[in-house]
């Protein structure tokens, strides 16, 4: 190791969550920040190792030695893909984590973040969810191997702090977006579905664009920029085992219909949008409470909806030969 007394490993370092990461902390080392200074970051995709193999992520850790983990590589997909395939979100997903905290105990990693997300909650809940929530009933239908397999990361940061004192520990995001996504139709989540066939629609001179649901239920929605200094932040300064909320405030929450309308608006489409409600709707609502967030983290601000659709617009128009279709 050089001078930093901090090799941080992010695993899921290609996606959407991690690039943003290496964006920020890029950032921080132009500015000569000192924290930054003190560390060294590696950024992991599944080239690097596929985690749902024992060995294969043995040998990552082996090679790079982290001292903190930001551990974000999973299965992940919008509500088609899991509506789908839950099985497989259950089993990847059991693997992935089990594997990256065993290594993680195994070599001594001074403190790991993991990440839940705010779809896992009980479906039948009282709203604002809240942290103390999280196994409090069964996930939504659409989404219950994902779900199971990622409220499973709580569980074992508490054996893992309870057996053998290891500091791991989780953030739960609501529903995320940005430069880097994953725009492929079959796999996306909203927003950069949106963003990839509204491009197209305009390409295509067409007159009508098709929303799919009916468009009212109600989503709370962060930049991908934004959750990414939570993350470096939570990394550097929170250290309880309980898991911790990381979302825009309950009253920034949008219907999946003016989520539509701030991506026409980027767009500059000037068709009308209509609603296939043949295709499903998913959870209606998952509003949840970052007052816990809010309590610790006084100062931090969030990035405007619109302005965070117009970045990640703009940024697929000049990057769609490179991004993720
Ligand atoms: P993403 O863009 O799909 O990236 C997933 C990352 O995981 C990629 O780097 C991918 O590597 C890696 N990965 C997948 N399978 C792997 C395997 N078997 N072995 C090693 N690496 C593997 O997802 P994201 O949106 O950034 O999500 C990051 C984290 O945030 C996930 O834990 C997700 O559950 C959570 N989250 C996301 C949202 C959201 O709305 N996007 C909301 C809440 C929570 P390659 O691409 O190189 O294969
Ligand atoms: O982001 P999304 O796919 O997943 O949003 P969830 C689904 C909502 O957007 C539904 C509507 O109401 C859809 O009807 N929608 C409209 C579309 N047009 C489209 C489109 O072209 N593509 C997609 N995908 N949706 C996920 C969970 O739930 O939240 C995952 O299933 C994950 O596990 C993610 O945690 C954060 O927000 O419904």
Redesign the pocket.
């Given at each position: 190791m050089g001078s930093e007394s901090k090799i941080v490993l992010v695993?899921?370092?290609?996606?959407?969550?991690?690039q943003a990461i290496k964006t920020v902390i890029d950032e921080e080392k132009k500015s000569g920040s000192a924290e930054v200074g003190n560390e060294k970051w590696i950024f992991c995709?599944?080239?690097d190792?596929?985690?749902?193999n024992k060995k294969e992520t043995e040998a990552l850790f082996e090679k790079h030695k982290p001292t903190h983990v930001i551990h974000?590589?999973?299965?992940?997909g919008g509500l088609f893909h899991n509506m789908a395939h839950n099985l497989d979100f259950f089993r990847?997903n059991m693997a992935?984590n089990d594997n990256v905290l065993y290594a993680s105990y195994k070599h001594k990693v001074q403190k790991v973040v993991s990440?839940l997300?705010t779809c896992i909650f009980p479906d039948k809940i009282t709203y604002p969810i809240d942290e103390t929530m999280v196994h409090n009933g069964p996930p939504h239908s659409s989404n219950y191997g994902y779900s199971y397999a990622k409220r499973m990361i709580d569980v074992l940061n508490r054996g893992y702090a309870e057996q053998h004192g290891c500091r791991f520990t989780s953030v739960i995001?609501c529903?995320?977006f940005g430069p880097h996504d994953?725009f492929s139709l079959a796999t996306s989540?909203v927003i950069p579905a949106l963003i990839r066939r509204m491009d197209d629609a305009v390409t295509n001179g067409d007159k009508t664009f098709s929303v799919w649901g009916t468009g009212s239920p109600l989503r709370q929605f962060i930049y991908s920029l934004d959750i990414a200094k939570l993350f470096v932040w939570t990394l550097r300064h929170y250290d309880s085992v309980e898991p911790l909320i990381l979302s825009v405030d309950e009253e920034d929450e949008v219907t999946i219909s003016k989520a539509a309308e701030a991506i026409k608006k980027a767009h500059g489409f000037a068709g009308e949008i209509v609603y296939d409600t043949s295709k499903a709707d998913g959870q209606y609502k998952k509003t949840a409470s970052n007052k816990k967030l809010r309590s610790l983290y006084k100062e931090f601000t969030f990035t405007p909806f619109e302005q965070a659709i117009q970045d990640t617009v703009t940024w697929f128009k000049n990057n769609r030969e490179h991004a993720r279709l």
């Amino acid at each position: 190791m050089g001078s930093e007394s901090k090799i941080v490993l992010v695993t899921g370092g290609s996606g959407l969550v991690g690039q943003a990461i290496k964006t920020v902390i890029d950032e921080e080392k132009k500015s000569g920040s000192a924290e930054v200074g003190n560390e060294k970051w590696i950024f992991c995709g599944s080239k690097d190792g596929d985690l749902r193999n024992k060995k294969e992520t043995e040998a990552l850790f082996e090679k790079h030695k982290p001292t903190h983990v930001i551990h974000l590589a999973a299965m992940v997909g919008g509500l088609f893909h899991n509506m789908a395939h839950n099985l497989d979100f259950f089993r990847d997903n059991m693997a992935i984590n089990d594997n990256v905290l065993y290594a993680s105990y195994k070599h001594k990693v001074q403190k790991v973040v993991s990440c839940l997300s705010t779809c896992i909650f009980p479906d039948k809940i009282t709203y604002p969810i809240d942290e103390t929530m999280v196994h409090n009933g069964p996930p939504h239908s659409s989404n219950y191997g994902y779900s199971y397999a990622k409220r499973m990361i709580d569980v074992l940061n508490r054996g893992y702090a309870e057996q053998h004192g290891c500091r791991f520990t989780s953030v739960i995001p609501c529903n995320v977006f940005g430069p880097h996504d994953n725009f492929s139709l079959a796999t996306s989540h909203v927003i950069p579905a949106l963003i990839r066939r509204m491009d197209d629609a305009v390409t295509n001179g067409d007159k009508t664009f098709s929303v799919w649901g009916t468009g009212s239920p109600l989503r709370q929605f962060i930049y991908s920029l934004d959750i990414a200094k939570l993350f470096v932040w939570t990394l550097r300064h929170y250290d309880s085992v309980e898991p911790l909320i990381l979302s825009v405030d309950e009253e920034d929450e949008v219907t999946i219909s003016k989520a539509a309308e701030a991506i026409k608006k980027a767009h500059g489409f000037a068709g009308e949008i209509v609603y296939d409600t043949s295709k499903a709707d998913g959870q209606y609502k998952k509003t949840a409470s970052n007052k816990k967030l809010r309590s610790l983290y006084k100062e931090f601000t969030f990035t405007p909806f619109e302005q965070a659709i117009q970045d990640t617009v703009t940024w697929f128009k000049n990057n769609r030969e490179h991004a993720r279709l």
